[in-house]
């Protein structure tokens, strides 16, 4: 299969399907209206109410949702085929993964910019309300501990990555400070803070930058502390200060790197060398489930309902901004996760160096993809992509060695993203539960802040020295992920019966979503079992009962509904 048809083809099929199913949902099932006040100008405080110019919310918004997530799940999916993936990828962004994130964001939008968790004690049940909260909780713990080494490793595996990623801090206060206060075209200040970002990147290649051990604390742990003290003041601070500035500088890298991604594309236009199907990997886990939890983010996943629901909701300048937003958010990201997926099918084939023989073809991508114990370390999946990539964009004349570093911040800064939103997801999290426990001190910004960061930070260090507690839970975090999806469904769909109109849209993947998740999830607890790995089996465990607790109480809703509308 040519990669070039492959890319050209995703895209024209994304197109589509936003100009009919997104906008058919948009009309007919969410009822947008533009004349309806959004909570960024009936809830407006300055700080996380901020009524947002739609192009700058949705650079804060992709970048938020995508993280490395569209990266390191199709960089190990393909494993099992890249037909497989991609087929997953197309169904689940266009049917599941984009309405899942454009009605969380609407139903936020119509209920004061709450979190999805916190209104379905409105739709559902007050018990089911703080069910959510605390499965939302454990998800966004290991969201912010987990990312913080993903962008360690990042640092660690790429030096010259570090440099530009810190760099972007003030180039993005002062993007932030001319839009905000000197009234500065975001566009054309944008494109100056990216060639600035991309100055900094050419430092980078040539200064790159390894952190030492301080105080016993190794190296991966240094850059966890300093990572989760950047994250406490990033969500402390007014989104237009920092956050929204910054992503909408990483969403201008992610248009470039993409640019640079298709262009790679055209001119390389390599075979895919990877295996269409691959059922049965060495020692990797069945495809059925698992593929599903493994994709994550590049098809569907629940860490998107809280960026929706959780801050983009708060930043709304209107109804109409949702569907580009969230809809064509989804979108892109799927659009990227098929690039993810060239490049580790592919590009790889391009070459690959093996001590000092060069592999190319389906031998480069048999060497990198040997087994699933080879192919799972983050270190693999994201040198995978980089190096796929790599390779494809070398071809338009660009320097390796600079690509190189391009990537490497790339990844870097999504990652980092994530991490500053996931923190203040978390911090609203906190106060809702505080709020729902009367604690009202416990709500307010900076402690609810310090529970989100020390909670994370008592995770990483859990195992050690060197900050990678958090990674003995990740076996947890797909199958979490992917039933937060399920669960936002089920939220959706007992608001869509409520109000009246029709939810097999919601309810279909809400089902899909359910019983995947809890496929997986035996699988898991099988696997943990057998093992004897009890702190996994436990909290595991605990997740399934608090999942079908939940399924249970919503469904109960929908029959009584049901059985009134039929009366």
């Not at 004349?397 to 600079?402: A, H, N, S, V």
């Not at 991490?419 to 203040?424: C, E, K, S, W």
């Not at 004897?532 to 929908?558: H, Q, R, S």
Request: with cysteine.
């Amino acid at each position: 299969m040519n990669s070039l048809i492959l890319a050209a083809g995703t895209a024209v099929l994304y197109v589509l399907a936003y100009n009919t199913y997104g906008r058919f949902l948009a009309k007919k099932l969410f009822q947008v209206n533009l004349n309806t006040p959004c909570p960024s100008k009936t809830h407006h405080d300055g700080v996380d109410f901020v009524k947002t110019d739609k192009l700058v919310l949705f650079g804060h918004h992709f970048t938020s949702i995508a993280g490395t997530g569209p990266i390191v799940g199709p960089a190990i999916a393909v494993i099992w085929g890249w037909v497989p993936a991609l087929i997953w990828i197309l169904v689940g962004s266009i049917l599941m993964g984009a309405v899942h994130d454009f009605g969380s964001m609407i139903i936020s939008l119509r209920n004061q910019g709450r979190s999805i968790g916190d209104i379905a004690g409105d739709v559902i049940n007050a018990r089911v309300r703080f069910l959510f909260l605390l499965i939302i909780f454990f998800a966004l713990w290991l969201v912010v501990a987990i990312f913080g080494v993903v962008i360690a490793a990042v640092f660690n595996l790429f030096p010259e990555s570090v440099a530009p990623v810190w760099l972007q801090i003030p180039i993005a206060i002062a993007l932030g400070w001319f839009v905000y206060k000197k009234n500065a075209n975001p566009v054309l200040f944008g494109a100056i803070a990216v060639l600035l970002m991309y100055g900094s990147m050419m430092l980078g290649s040539k200064l790159a930058f390894e952190i030492p051990e301080l105080f016993g604390i190794k190296s991966m742990g240094v850059w966890v502390i300093g990572l989760l003290i950047y994250a406490y003041i990033a969500s402390t601070l007014p989104v237009q200060i920092l956050l929204q500035p910054r992503d909408y500088i990483n969403a201008w890298q992610l248009a470039v790197a993409m640019i640079m991604l298709f262009a790679g594309i055209a001119v390389s236009h390599p075979a895919m060398v990877a295996p269409a199907l691959n059922a049965a990997p060495e020692g990797a886990p069945p495809l059925m489930p698992i593929l599903f939890i493994t994709v994550a983010c590049g098809a569907i996943s629940g860490f998107h309902c809280l960026v929706s629901s959780g801050t983009t909701s708060k930043q709304c300048d209107n109804e109409g901004s949702a569907i580009s937003i969230g809809y064509g958010g989804m979108l892109l990201e799927g659009l990227l996760a098929v690039f993810v997926l060239i490049a580790c099918g592919a590009g790889i084939g391009l070459g690959l160096m093996k001590g000092d023989e060069l592999l190319t073809g389906s031998a480069a991508f048999t060497h990198q993809y040997s087994s699933w114990a080879a192919a799972k370390g983050l270190g693999s999946k994201i040198g995978a992509f980089i190096n796929g990539a790599t390779n494809m964009i070398s071809a338009t004349g660009i320097p390796k060695e600079f690509i190189l570093t391009v990537m490497g911040v790339f990844v870097a800064s999504f990652a980092a993203t994530t991490l500053d939103t996931a923190t203040r997801i978390q911090r609203y999290i906190v106060s809702e539960i505080a709020t729902a426990c009367k604690v009202p001190f416990l709500a307010k910004r900076h402690p609810a802040t310090f529970i989100a960061v020390a909670t994370a930070l008592l995770l990483a260090f859990s195992s050690g020295s060197d900050g990678q507690g958090a990674l003995s839970l990740w076996p947890l975090f797909g199958a979490v992920n992917q039933l937060l999806a399920g669960l936002a469904f089920l939220v959706m769909t007992v608001w869509l019966a409520k109000t009246g109109r029709r939810i097999i849209y919601t309810l279909i993947p809400m089902i899909f979503m359910v019983a995947v998740t809890g496929w997986a999830m035996v699988y898991n607890l099988n696997t943990f079992f057998a093992s004897g790995d009890w702190l996994l089996f436990g909290i595991g465990t605990a997740v399934v009962l608090l999942e079908t607790w939940m399924v249970v109480e919503g469904a109960m809703v929908l029959i009584r509904l049901n059985k009134m509308r039929n009366t």
